[in-house]
């Protein structure tokens, strides 16, 4: 898509019509990166609300650990961080098989597996429960 200030190449990364940077972010196993893009700031915040992968504890957010660094001063724990264990191991992640996306006309829907439309959905978010997802203001898709 890019690249950042330093030369890096900024980039999508999906296997066939999963985004797998969403996936990360909404299974709680990667945050979004403010800086060049809000695209993955809700799924972030549902990762959050769920406790899902690091958000089941306190940590230090890693663009402060960069700010940090970059000042010379020594990578420490702010008053909020601390170190923590996620609550299940990536094989439990895979329960997480709701599909939230947004329909053209703005609508945030999720699909359960096995409905119509399932398979052709692109998932821009993942849930594990249907509550998670009417949590984070999805609704589910009418198509059985």
């Known amino acids: ?15 066939g019509q999963v985004d797998v940077n969403r996936t990360m972010v909404a299974t709680g196993y990667a945050v979004a990166f403010r800086r060049y893009s809000a695209d993955y700031v809700s799924a972030e915040e549902s990762a959050k609300a769920s406790r899902r992968g690091i958000w089941a504890g306190s ?19 702010s008053a909020k961080s601390r170190s923590t264990r996620p609550q299940y191991a990536f094989g439990a992640v895979s329960s997480c098989n709701i599909k939230g996306n947004h329909s053209r006309r703005g609508e945030f829907i999720y699909h359960l597996p096995g ?9 821009e978010a993942m849930f594990c429960s249907e509550a998670e997802a009417r949590a984070a203001g999805y609704r589910r898709a009418r198509s059985q």
Not at 1 to 15: I, Q
Request: with cysteine; charged share 30%; net charge positive.
């Open 1 to 15: 898509m890019g690249e950042d200030v330093h030369g890096r190449t900024l980039a999508r990364c999906s296997v």
């Open 59 to 77: 940590f230090q957010m890693p663009s402060e650990v960069r700010a940090e660094r970059g000042t010379g001063r020594p990578t420490k724990p």
């Open 115 to 123: 409905m119509k439309y399932y398979n052709q959905t692109r998932a």
